[in-house]
């Protein structure tokens, strides 16, 4: 409609000045076409990665600790900036003890967060337990932010009676209804969509949502689709891409050959941030002007997190096999997070080494005795596994879950009964 208007317009404006159509040369116009708004060249150039600067790498906190920039200070109180440290500390502590545990046998599977601290919990505390989060399951520092406990996170991992997912899934698989963090699934990506349509769900609410993934899972064809989305229906979801540099043995740049993933945002039409990963404070930041830009324009928002998956992928695998110990030690000690964030506490005498041990044995302890507890507990009843399938329980299900029970019943010195409620 506003085309043909357009071109009638410029047709009526000929013939009143008297200009014949030869001379209507179309590069004297701007271009109408209704699929881009871009000036014509007459300069044959493909545009390629030489056309663009990379993305910079926003920072507040330096390797020391000090804060580059005094405007950027987000002056956070000595209790947020404290509950910070302790929540990217205990998640350490708790991947110790949850590796070595799986090592042993005592769970079926585990993932550590190392080198990923700043990410979660920076962006966790710029928000709050309102706004709904979708995770890929590399983000346990989120929940413990918003308070997860640990019974609930070691009851998740040992699949007992307690687990609010009846141990169906495999461990680090949480999720809570009471928190808004939307239960993990294993297939990567699924959630981003899910996330665009949940955001979609909440528009004008003052909530915002908040979509995890790592730089591998959005090779996904899902992950076009949900900033496709996002971006046509104006969605108010925050996308937060890890990006650390592995998608189990596949390195960054075998997963792409463009700027990242920050870089492919301008292109969805969505604002974009890249941000120093492993500080916490311009991690807050950014999340928190997302949240901001979000929620006042009803829009997505993409922030990419430069980090680098200090551990193995799980424990499935051995990082060994393709990549060096050296690359492993310099993250680990030159660039690792939670020195980083303890120097600007210290720094700001807000920590020392006397508070940090009381801390870490505090943390120990909890941690230790919550997995003691979990592993006590019995597993959910075997029934279970026919339950939540459907709302309602089909007939062919009852049936199967009858012809089970007269089986287990038979055979029963052959089952581990006795580790399952009754
Ligand atoms: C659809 C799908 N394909 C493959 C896998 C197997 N898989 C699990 S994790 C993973 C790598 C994901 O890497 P990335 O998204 O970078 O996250 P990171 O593990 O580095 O945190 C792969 C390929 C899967 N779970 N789902």
Known sequence: MALSKNVCVLFKRCFQNKLSFKYLSTHSQPPIFPGAKAEWTQKLEFTGTHSYSPLPIYQVLDQQGQIIDASEDPKLNSNILEKMYKDMTLLNVLDKILYESQRQGRISFYMTNYGEEAAHIGSAAALTTNDVVYGQYREVGVLLWRGFTLPELMNQCYGNAEDKGKGRQMPVHYGSKNLNFVTISSPLTTQMPQAAGAAYALKGKNRVVICYFGEGAASEGDAHAALNFAATLDCPV???????????????????????????????????????????????????????????????????????????????????????????????????PVNRFRMYLQNNNLWNDELEKKWLAEARKN????????????????????????????????????????????????????????
């Open 238 to 336: 925050i996308f937060f891409c890890r990006n650390n540099g592995y998608a189990i043995s596949t390195p960054a740049n075998e997963q792409y050959r463009g700027d990242g993933i920050g870089g492919r945002g301008p292109g969805y039409g969505i604002n974009t941030l890249r941000v120093d990963g492993n500080d916490p404070l311009a991690v807050y930041n950014a999340t928190r002007k997302a949240k901001e830009y979000a929620i006042t324009e009803s829009k997505p928002v993409l922030i990419e997190a430069m980090t680098y998956r200090v551990g193995h992928h799980s424990t499935s695998d051995d990082s060994s096999a393709y990549r060096s110990k050296e690359e492993v030690d310099h993250w680990s000690t030159n660039q690792n």
């Open 367 to 422: 941690v230790i005795s919550a997995f003691e507890e979990a592993e006590k507990r019995p597993k959910p009843n075997w029934s279970e596994m026919f339950k939540d399938v459907y709302e309602t329980m089909p007939d062919y299900l009852v049936k199967q879950m009858e012809s089970m029970q007269k089986h287990v019943e038979q055979y029963k010195e052959h089952y581990p009964v006795k580790n399952y409620s009754k």
